[in-house]
């Protein structure tokens, strides 16, 4: 017997459709365009895209502020529809990027603070002398 479905198999268990075989497909969702190994290796050793693209968007934004092009404090542009983003240079659409980035981290910074009190806050309920000796510990 070859293994392979028979007539009857469509009536019996377990049972095998039509082009029924294995489809595990391995596909690669990462980012990487590169060398995968080297792109994960600069990850790991210099920094996350995120904090390279933080990077080069603050030289961009000084050089700007340097030449006169920007001011020094990110404007109040938000970019919302079409017609407002065709309508704003580069570098004021790069700044108002930097000023959105820059309030998702201060919002996500304020809920990881709220969180870090309310736990800590229940651990002093729970054990006064933890919650001391947890405190002293980040006061270095």
Known sequence: MSGSPTWNSWF?????AP???AVNQDIDTGPYQ??????IAIIREVGS???QLGIISDAVRDLAVKMG???PEPAEISVH????ARTM???ETLDDLVRRVKRVKDTYAAAVERDATQALERLHRVDP????TLTARFQR
């Open 12 to 16: 019996s268990f377990p049972f095998f």
């Open 19 to 21: 082009l029924s075989g």
């Open 34 to 39: 590169g060398v995968p190994e080297i792109e």
């Open 49 to 51: 895209f995120g904090k």
């Open 69 to 71: 092009e920007l001011s």
């Open 81 to 84: 529809a079409a017609e407002t």
């Open 89 to 91: 240079s580069p570098l």
């Open 129 to 132: 002398e933890k919650s001391r």
